[in-house]
């Protein structure tokens, strides 16, 4: 029987563009022993670009997550480099929480000495900013880089590759010969489409980072390993239904 992991999305989006979110875990790289199940949060906020929809998502990851470990999960993922909700998952839960900008960022600092993200726009580098403070690796970032077009959750990259594609070459040759970088992370689990072309045409490592955050879900399931609760100590009292119940 397959050991299932949760990949949450941390917006809405319709059921068919969660198969374009499935797509960036090609099946080659997944341990057969796994199954990877996406959903999305059912409420909350749009493309994360401001505090406000980072609380937003976070309440709803939060929500969509809560319950994992009693549904059967073995692990969940959070499939954003907003990292919502990662450590309210951790606390809520006893299972493996991953998530991708805190994935792909420590396991860049095993692959090489600097490491630049390359994103869509500049609404997000303040996500990026966030998880390298929490982790004190200020100094192993070459560079945020971005190219100006705003992201789109539900067609991620498609129609817009012979642009987009370019453009994130661009600035990533620009980290890596102007600003140091030996490593680049995609900026987006909805940039995974751009994957394949960037390690065709790079000569450091890419990550990308929703990948790298279920390959660590996976090797912590199955070397029994999971988050300390020293560290992500449980609720006294948990209230998962209080995003559904009304207030009385």
């Known amino acids: 029987m397959s050991r299932r992991i949760l990949n949450i999305v941390p917006v809405p989006v319709p059921p068919e563009a969660l198969d374009?979110?499935?797509a960036q875990l090609p099946g080659e790289a997944i341990h057969p022993d796994f199954e990877n199940v996406f959903v999305a949060a059912r409420a909350g906020a749009t493309v994360i670009d401001s505090p406000y929809e980072q609380l937003l998502a976070?309440?709803?990851?939060l929500d969509a997550g809560c319950r994992a470990e009693e549904e059967g999960y073995a692990a969940v993922a959070v499939?954003?480099?907003?990292?919502?909700?990662?450590?309210?998952?951790?606390?809520?839960?006893n299972v493996p929480v991953t998530a991708p900008a805190s994935s792909a960022m420590l396991l860049a600092c095993m692959l090489g000495k600097k490491f630049s993200v390359v994103t869509m726009w500049p609404e997000w580098h303040s996500l990026y900013e966030k998880t390298i403070a929490e982790h004190g690796i200020a100094h192993r970032v070459a560079s945020i880089r971005d190219i100006g077009v705003r992201p789109d959750a539900a067609e991620l990259l498609a129609g817009k590759e012979e642009v987009v594609f370019d453009a994130l070459l661009r600035e990533s040759r620009a980290a890596i010969d102007e600003d140091g970088a030996d490593v680049i992370i995609l900026g987006s689990t909805t940039m995974h489409q751009s994957y394949e072309f960037l390690r065709a045409n790079l000569e450091v490592p890419v990550l990308s980072p929703g990948l790298v955050a279920v390959k660590i879900a996976e090797l912590l399931v199955l070397t029994g390993t999971s988050h300390s609760k020293k560290a992500y100590p449980s609720p006294a009292r948990a209230q998962d239904d209080l995003f559904t119940q009304p207030v009385v």
């Open 20 to 22: 374009a979110f499935a």
């Open 58 to 61: 976070e309440a709803y990851v």
């Open 79 to 93: 499939n954003s480099m907003s990292d919502s909700a990662l450590s309210a998952l951790r606390s809520r839960l």
